[in-house]
T-cell receptor, first 114, second 116 residues
Framework: KNQVEQSPQSLIILEGKNCTLQ??????????LRWYKQDTGRGPVSLTI?????NTKSNGRYTATLDADTKQSSLHITASQLSDSASYIC?????????????FGTGTRLKVLA | GAVVSQHPSWVICKSGTSVKIECRSL??????MFWYRQFPKQSLMLMAT?????????EQGVEKDKFLINHASLTLSTLTVTSAHPEDSSFYIC????????????FGPGTRLTVL
């Protein structure tokens, strides 16, 4: 069964600190992996997208890594800010029968404290 | 970048009434639109997939007669929650996928539905 698991479920850090969120998946056939940031009461916004051949992708203070062999991804946030408080969702795309399907992780809720 | 809007952003209604939520792709043509619902502190759950001009495909456990989806044009899909009940209260999010970048979906800002 195609699954995407994220850890930790929630995380509290102090402003200025770094943190790393994890995503493990069993999706096959794999197409790409996206990390989204979802602020409370808003729709998800894409942070990074990685295909099978990409190991790392950065977007400002966000850096995502992908290990396609172990089927693991991480999202590293550097020098956290209060505005980073949000849910972070890992979504893996599979390409089957000529169409893309999206498998959502359960998300990690990050709270950054002053 | 591709922009998807939803209207209304929030709605409060009485039990038994019907509510329509619109999802529009503002600067691209969306061949496929997805409807999700999200309960507090949970991730998005796919309700249905709609392709322009054809009937929506509903996920297992989603009542198609209760959640009516219409995708009449390449820029507009609507979700109608019929005879809403308090348990239908949720955050509804749509996303749209275009012709050319077929593996990318763009999310709307969501609609908060509260049924009294």
């Amino acid at each position: 069964k195609n699954q995407v698991e994220q850890s930790p479920q929630s995380l509290i850090i102090l402003e200025g600190k770094n943190c790393t969120l994890q995503c493990n998946y069993t999706v096959s056939p794999f197409s790409n992996l996206r990390w989204y940031k979802q602020d409370t009461g808003r729709g998800p916004v894409s942070l990074t997208i990685m295909t099978f051949s990409e190991n790392t992708k950065s977007n400002g203070r966000y850096t995502a890594t992908l290990d396609a062999d172990t089927k693991q991804s991480s999202l590293h946030i550097t020098a956290s800010q209060l505005s980073d408080s949000a849910s972070y969702i890992c979504v893996v795309s599979e390409f089957t029968s000529g169409t893309y399907k999206y498998i959502f992780g359960t998300g990690t809720r990050l709270k950054v404290l002053a | 970048g591709a922009v998807v809007s939803q209207h209304p952003s929030w709605v409060i209604c009485k039990s038994g009434t019907s509510v329509k939520i619109e999802c529009r792709s503002l600067d691209f043509q969306a061949t496929t639109m997805f409807w999700y619902r999200q309960f507090p502190k949970q991730s998005l759950m796919l309700m249905a997939t709609s392709n322009e001009g054809s009937k929506a495909t509903y996920e297992q456990g989603v009542e198609k007669d209760k959640f009516l989806i219409n995708h009449a044009s390449l820029t507009l899909s609507t979700l109608t929650v019929t005879s809403a009940h308090p348990e239908d209260s949720s955050f509804y999010i749509c996303s749209a996928r275009g012709f050319y970048i077929t593996d990318t979906q763009y999310f709307g800002p969501g609609t908060r539905l509260t049924v009294l």
